[in-house]
């Protein structure tokens, strides 16, 4: 079959050579060959490049459509691929004056291994683009380039950058409730510095995607080895919870999975808890977000006991997300990752500081979405929401004629048949101190808490959809930094000076609130987190139905 495609390809090139022969002439070196892309916003980032420098191979613009009359597969990608070309004057893209480039091989490798790239099916027309490969590499001492080659190669770039790296579609995306807008790449940008600058084999080095896509991707490869490779056997406890000193035949058993896992490097033979296995204990804890004691109890097994394949799966999901995430930003900003229940504060992509979050409760949601902080609000007034006057101010207000005083509230009018509810500034205001605003739909912002004490449990659900930041002292000075009409001091007396004042920032801060259940920290190490919101299970399955439909 593939012969056959060759040969029709070469048969109806050699009748349109005489007739058709747009962009044949070799092409001397344009000096002002260069690609100016224009900017787009911060978020939205493009990776620019320049031509190729080859500039005395190239082919009649005809031959194209030769290509796709034959490989009608790859149609949808016919007006990409010759915009690419006819900005490069139809000269090869892949091949120079000594022939295959290396980018070619390493490029190929990824399309023709999908499945490291957490997608369960195979590129149309893979085995022509593997047969291409090996025919040309057994004939390249007599031939420069292959048109053939040439094109397919191209085509199927695009559709590799389709799938593995931009991922579901818009609808999809916002089908799992996902409305932070997905970035948007120059495909035939990234191709063009793709072939100017050779990379290693994976590209992580200039990959048009979120850095945690790459990461994630190593890691797949080690939970697949671990699914093949041992048996998960089920550790099951012979005791409540074990500590340093203990001897049982089960620590060695997990002292086995650690080691697997790497999260312990001594002996996996002996049966005592000792101070290596404590350091491993709460390294493996730390990763999966317990309380990182160094106790082994029944949350620290359970998950010690969830096998390899579903953690496939769950880097899988979070390998689609990091799809959809902008590639890099040089600017500030805020990071909340809902299943972390932590703020990550960001410059230019390095990692400032991190800080506890309180987010909302299965029933109340926290919204993933991407906002820009534009005001800081110190001794805020709580405006409560309606469905809270609802469900809780008025029934309290039935119980105890004097609930609106006894929390600080009033009552400023009505709306809608309810009344309308404010709390009062002070320290045992909802909203705490100080509250953070990104204008937005969902009625979401960052603010503080008078509930310290939340902050210290391992997971933490427990708001109405706002986030609850642990440290609002430190981001506001954050924010505020480069505003020489505040400091340290004057923060400090308005977040305690009982009258809400507004802030305008001079400039916005980007704020990303999304949902990672699988991710890569600063050390290097994979981390998981429950699903509290049950979303990886329904992403899971609309992938295998994408891949399935394919």
């Not at 004057?490 to 305690?496: D, K, N, T």
Request: glycine share 6%; charged share 25%; net charge positive.
């Amino acid at each position: 079959m593939n012969v056959q495609k060759t040969l029709l390809f070469l048969l109806v090139l050699s009748s349109l050579w005489l007739g058709c022969n747009q962009g044949a002439k070799q092409k001397k070196k344009n000096p002002t060959d260069s690609l100016h892309t224009k900017a787009l916003k911060e978020w939205n980032k493009t990776i620019p490049g320049n031509f190729s420098e080859q500039t005395e191979l190239s082919f009649d613009s005809a031959r194209l459509d030769t290509f796709f009359r034959i490989y009608k597969n790859l149609e949808s990608y016919q007006q990409k691929v010759k915009k690419f070309y006819k900005n490069r004057t139809y000269r090869f893209a892949w091949f120079d004056e000594k022939g295959l480039i290396e980018q070619a091989g390493n490029l190929t490798d990824r399309m023709l291994n999908l499945k490291d790239e957490g997608i369960e099916r195979e590129l149309p027309y893979s085995k022509d683009l593997d047969s291409l490969i090996n025919a040309y590499n057994q004939h390249k001492d007599t031939k420069i380039t292959n048109e053939e080659l040439e094109f397919m190669l191209t085509s199927q770039y695009f559709l590799f950058a389709d799938i593995a790296w931009q991922g579901m579609d818009d609808a999809n995306v916002k089908a799992n409730d996902w409305f932070v807008p997905k970035k948007k790449i120059s495909y035939s940008d990234y191709l063009d510095s793709l072939l100017k600058h050779p990379v290693n084999k994976s590209g992580a080095d200039i990959e048009p995607v979120y850095r945690q896509y790459e990461q994630l991707r190593g890691f797949l490869k080690k939970y697949r080895e671990l699914a093949t490779q041992h048996q998960w056997h089920k550790i099951i406890a012979d005791k409540k919870s074990y500590k340093p000193g203990d001897s049982s035949i089960v620590l060695s058993q997990i002292k086995k999975r650690l080691f697997y896992l790497g999260d312990y490097t001594g002996d996996t033979l002996t049966n005592t808890y000792d101070s290596t296995l404590f350091i491993g204990v709460k390294s493996f804890q730390s990763r999966h977000g317990l309380n990182p004691d160094g106790a082994i109890g029944n949350g620290t097994i359970n998950e010690l006991n969830i096998l390899p394949t579903e953690r496939v799966k769950q880097i899988v999901v979070n390998m689609e997300r990091s799809r959809w995430l902008p590639v890099s930003l040089n600017t500030d900003y805020l990071a909340v990752n809902i299943p972390e229940f932590k703020l990550h504060v960001y410059h230019a992509d390095s990692l400032l500081w991190s800080c506890n979050v309180v987010v909302g409760k299965a029933m109340h949601k926290t919204v993933i979405f991407h906002g820009d902080v534009k005001y800081v609000v110190f001794s805020p007034y709580w405006n409560v929401p309606p469905s809270i006057v609802k469900n809780e101010i008025i029934p309290g207000m039935r119980r105890d004629r004097n609930y609106i005083a006894k929390h600080n509230m009033e009552i400023t009018g009505k709306s809608g048949g309810l009344p309308s509810v404010r709390q009062k500034p002070g320290p045992k205001n909802s909203l705490g101190l100080v509250k953070f605003l990104f204008p937005n739909s969902y009625n979401i912002y960052l603010h503080d808490s008078p509930s310290k004490s939340l902050y210290n449990e391992a997971s933490r659900a427990f708001s109405h959809g706002c986030i609850r930041v642990s440290e609002p002292e430190k981001l506001a000075n954050f924010l505020l930094r480069n505003d020489s009409t505040w400091n340290k001091e004057s923060i400090h007396m308005a977040m305690h000076a009982g009258k809400e004042k507004y802030v305008t920032l001079k400039k916005t801060v980007p704020v990303f609130i999304a949902y990672f259940t699988a991710f890569i920290d600063r050390d290097g190490k994979i981390n998981f987190r429950k699903d509290i919101y049950d979303r990886d299970d329904r992403l899971a399955k609309m992938l295998m139905e994408e891949n399935s439909n394919k």
